[in-house]
């Protein structure tokens, strides 16, 4: 017994000492370097209003790969190369997978009941668990034909009015993942439905904009009432917190009284419903509605601006358009169909472009940020609790001792047969670190590819033309906010000869 008593004083001891040695470092250590703040403001004053991937390759230049400043009193730190964000938000995911508190998004829209915004607590883990039971690994290979008919629905509209190319790309990401999620059918590009999520995710990227409301750094401002003086904020966030309620709602009653009257198609709300024993009680229901809605919030950007980002890379490069398309006829020549995700595989060359198209044109160029739940040490600099954590995704894929030559387009750097000289997935930055890892990933990125090989297999896509019949050729330009999507540019579309146009249009034919 005296023993025991023994061992357990000097764990506790020893624990309580190890506890002041940590803190005693930590006080004696330096935050990771920036640029240094003003009093109160801290380095607000020096975020530009656009074009911050150039102002944080400047502070990483000056700095180096871990740059730390202060909003308005709130230390934020911009990790800038991979192996920084692998460490930090995969390795130490337990103190790195929070969610930061944007006021006017968590609080007063109520974006925390969502996958992408909720703090990293139990709801989020049940969330979590229900879409890896449906949407990770190889469980995705089911919804093929899903995938298909919303592909060619795609091409052969594509074709007839190129001038829609983003409607038509959202209402095939809309047909996939709310048929998928739904089993819902999409019916038109101005369905009410995705037009109803569209609108939510629209408001939901402007809710979580670092800097657009004053709310999010002086929280006592959400207490002010909706009739007060310069409070326009609180009627934009209900407006917003009605619209993202009825996203999630509409959809996923619609599903429930389709059950009620035997009519429901299988879907994953309405797999889980029938599951499920007995009535759901209201944090069940909420975890599955929520976690719904999630997939569309998650995947319909994913899929309209990667394939937008294809589109101008087949404009801008013919040969590399020729050579994908070369490859992909020697895998369907003779055969009489159109290519399936199945021959993946045998299109190493599609899939490198669709690689070099992640990492040129990362989709969320700053990433989601995360929140440090408890102090941090690490590489001898203090990092605080509560310090908001950027991965900086733009940066680690234009990171030229990463990616050499990374300004051009090459998808080669994908193909080298030695392991030791491959370069990195892309997908491995793009979809996120740790547990905050997006959960539809493998859907997205098959939806994608198949489109690519499908349009591969029956369309070219060529530059615009000019008044006097010239070329137009096209630039890059990118509208940037918390999605990097390029501004739209000019381009033709016509269906190749031969036998896959046929097929587009009778698929059933081969």
């Known amino acids: 017994m005296f023993e025991h008593l023994v061992y357990f004083t000097s764990a506790a001891v020893a624990t309580w ?23 109160l403001i801290g380095n607000f004053h020096q975020l530009p209003k656009s074009d911050l991937h150039l102002k944080l390759k400047e502070w990483k230049d000056e700095f180096g790969p871990l740059v730390f400043v202060s909003i308005l009193g709130s230390p934020v730190l911009y990790l800038n190369e991979y192996e920084d964000a692998r460490e930090l938000l995969d390795t130490r995911g337990s103190i790195y997978s929070d969610r ?22 139990r709801y989020h883990r049940a969330i979590r668990k229900l879409l890896s039971a449906t949407f990770s690994g190889r469980r995705t290979e089911r919804f093929e034909g899903v995938q298909e008919k919303a592909a060619l629905t795609f091409v052969n509209d594509v074709l007839k009015e190129p001038k829609q190319l983003v409607p038509f790309l959202r209402r095939m990401a809309g047909e996939v993942i709310l048929g998928i999620t739904y089993g819902y059918d999409v019916r038109a590009s101005n369905d009410p439905i995705v037009a109803m999520a569209e609108r939510s995710n629209a408001e939901f990227g ?10 999010d750094f002086i929280p006592i401002m959400k207490y002010i009432p909706e009739w007060f003086p310069f409070a326009t904020f609180q009627k934009t966030a209900a407006l917003w ?62 899929v309209t601006t990667v394939l937008k980002t294809f589109f101008f890379i087949m404009t801008a490069h013919p040969s590399i358009q020729k050579r994908a398309q070369e490859e992909v006829d020697s895998i369907i020549r003779g055969e009489d169909r159109l290519p399936r ?31 440090l739940s408890s102090p941090d040490v690490y590489k001898g600099y203090y990092i605080p609790k509560n310090t908001i954590v950027y991965a900086n995704q733009w940066e680690m894929c234009q990171n030229p001792e990463q990616y050499p030559n990374p300004q051009e387009f090459r998808p080669e750097r994908f193909l080298d047969l030695d392991p030791q000289k491959r370069q990195q997935d892309p997908r491995q930055i793009a979809f996120g670190f740790g547990r905050r890892i997006c959960p539809g990933k493998e859907l997205a990125d098959s939806t994608i590819f198949l489109t690519m090989a499908i349009l591969l297999a029956t369309c070219t896509i060529e530059p615009g033309l000019d008044a006097s019949g010239q070329e137009i050729q096209p630039v890059a330009e990118f509208n940037w906010g918390l999605v990097c999507e390029l501004k739209d540019w000019e381009f033709r579309i016509r269906p190749r000869e031969g036998k896959g146009i046929q097929l587009l249009r009778n698929p059933h034919e081969g």
Do not use: C
């Open 17 to 39: 000492l190890l506890f002041k040695i940590f803190q005693t470092l930590q006080n004696r250590l330096p935050h990771p370097p920036g640029p240094p703040p003003l009093p």
């Open 206 to 215: 402007q809710a979580v904009t670092v800097g657009a409301f004053f709310v």
């Open 100 to 121: 930061p508190r944007f006021e006017m998004a968590t609080e007063l829209v109520q974006f925390n009941r969502s996958t992408v915004m909720s703090p990293f607590n």
């Open 341 to 371: 995700i199945a021959d993946r595989e045998k299109l190493p060359f599609v899939e490198a472009v669709l690689l070099e198209i992640m990492r040129w044109a990362p989709l969320v160029p700053f990433g989601i940020p995360h929140r």
């Open 241 to 302: 917190r009605e619209h993202f309620h009825e996203a999630t709602n509409v959809p996923y009653e619609a599903v429930k009284e389709a059950m009620a009257r035997g009519e429901a198609r299988p879907s994953y709300v309405a797999d889980h419903l029938q599951d499920h024993e007995g009535p759901m009680s209201a944090e069940d229901e909420d975890v599955l509605k929520f976690s719904a809605m999630n997939m569309y919030t998650a995947g319909a950007d994913t």
